[in-house]
């Protein structure tokens, strides 16, 4: 006697927003934020420029030191977002065309 288990229940795993074809490991990082109204750290919103970071790094994807600035680990870094760094945007492209 065998018994079949099924699954019927529909996966709940919802992708995190990210731009497309980019490594989801790269995520905002800003040396500013802004406060959520209730002071709450998730609630906090990136302020000024906007660099690529990865998980664990000490600098940003274009060098700059940012061991004390802000990361939202669950925002990617998005190149074509008004306020990203060039610098940053523009080794992210590169890496994207196999330099
Ligand atoms: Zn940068």
């Known amino acids: 006697?065998?018994?079949t288990i099924t699954n019927?229940?529909?996966?709940?795993?919802?992708d995190p927003p990210r731009a497309?074809?980019?490594?989801a490991r790269w995520m905002v990082c800003t040396a500013g934020f802004l406060s959520a109204p209730d002071g709450?750290?998730?609630g906090r919103q990136?302020?000024?420029?906007?660099?690529?970071?990865?998980?664990?790094?000490l600098t940003t994807?274009?060098?700059?030191?940012?061991?004390n600035w802000v990361?939202?680990?669950?925002?990617?870094?998005?190149?074509?977002?008004?306020e990203?760094?060039?610098q940053c945007r523009d080794l992210m492209a590169a890496d994207r065309f196999g330099r």
Do not use: D, I, K, Q
Request: proline share 10%; glycine share 6%.
């Open 46 to 57: 990136p302020l000024g420029t906007r660099h690529a970071r990865a998980m664990g790094s």
């Open 40 to 42: 709450a750290a998730a």
């Open 8 to 14: 019927t229940a529909s996966p709940t795993y919802v």
């Open 20 to 23: 497309a074809s980019l490594p």
């Open 71 to 82: 990361n939202f680990y669950t925002r990617a870094f998005e190149v074509s977002h008004p």
């Open 84 to 86: 990203a760094c060039p």
């Open 1 to 3: 006697m065998t018994s």
């Open 61 to 67: 994807r274009c060098g700059r030191h940012a061991a």
